[in-house]
């Protein structure tokens, strides 16, 4: 928690089942990329570009039990971006275990 600077969300996920765990055990906000299940355009690519411009969203959690991965509407392309543009983080940089997800920086 520490580490999310000066951002308003801790991390953003692929859908509910990944970030519930996170907001329980840290009573921080998580953002929900595409809704509940990850399916939903929410938000768009511009509006995340816009959020990481705007220094609202530092770190992104791809994957994960429960991330829904599939098709290539909007979260595909919100995955894909941070992919190009973020640092992949080692598991062991930040205490935790890459086991079906990988967390990105984004600033």
């Given amino acids: 928690m520490a580490n999310k600077g000066?951002?308003?969300?801790?991390?953003a996920t692929q859908g509910a089942l990944v970030a519930a765990p996170l907001v329980i055990a840290t009573g921080e906000p998580?953002?929900?990329?595409?809704?509940?299940?990850?399916?939903?355009?929410?938000?768009?690519?511009?509006?995340?570009?816009?959020?990481?411009?705007?220094?609202?969203v530092r770190f992104v959690?791809?994957?994960?039990l429960g991330a829904y991965t599939g098709g290539f509407g909007t979260g595909f392309?919100?995955?894909?971006?941070?992919?190009?543009?973020?640092?992949?983080?080692?598991a062991r940089d930040y205490g935790g275990y890459a086991f079906w997800c990988s967390l990105y920086k984004l600033w």
């Fill in 6 to 11: 000066e951002a308003e969300f801790l991390v």
């Fill in 61 to 64: 959690l791809l994957g994960g």
């Fill in 30 to 56: 998580v953002l929900v990329l595409g809704g509940y299940d990850g399916s939903y355009p929410v938000p768009t690519l511009k509006e995340f570009e816009q959020m990481v411009k705007e220094k609202r």
């Fill in 77 to 90: 392309s919100i995955s894909l971006w941070v992919q190009n543009h973020g640092k992949l983080l080692e």
